[in-house]
């Protein structure tokens, strides 16, 4: 939460790994349940269409944004309001944990997706000047 009392999601130099306990074997576009789009497959779609365009803040707005359908008067007010309280970032997110994503965050928090499978992950998995977070978990550890 920065002095405002507003939350965040953004990293920064960050790459956020594949849960460990995922159970595909490469990045995996998520599909449409009931014939609507999910936030998932929304996620995907800006995400692949608009590398290291947006922040996970962007990211996630916008997604609640459009789910909402607001207009672009209420877009500002709804924004603050929306980090105002916290959100779960992309640690939580159905990519990294079920689809098979990594997600990179840049120096400036943009961010780009990586299937699990790519040479591109496994650079940043390697890279020792970017920091690495896994993604939760889907199902609890056993003991």
């Given at each position: 939460m920065n002095k405002d009392g507003i939350h965040t999601t953004n990293y920064f130099n960050t790459f956020i790994e594949v849960a460990e306990d995922t159970?595909?074997?490469s990045g995996t576009k998520p599909l449409a349940k009931g014939g609507?789009?999910?936030v998932a497959m929304r996620q995907y779609e800006l995400l692949v269409n608009n590398p290291y365009q947006f922040t996970s803040?962007?990211?996630?707005f916008?997604?609640?944004a459009e789910k909402n359908h607001l207009t672009q008067e209420a877009l500002a007010a709804a924004r603050k309001d929306f980090f105002s309280k916290g959100q779960p970032c992309f640690r939580a997110s159905p990519l990294t944990k079920i689809y098979g994503f990594g997600v990179h965050a840049d120096n400036e928090g943009k961010v780009a997706l990586w299937?699990?499978?790519t040479e591109k992950y496994q650079q940043l998995a390697n890279d020792p000047t970017i920091q690495k977070v896994k993604a939760m978990r889907t199902s609890k550890k056993s003991k």
């Open positions: 159970q595909v074997s609507k789009q999910t803040d962007d990211i996630f916008l997604v609640f299937g699990m499978e």
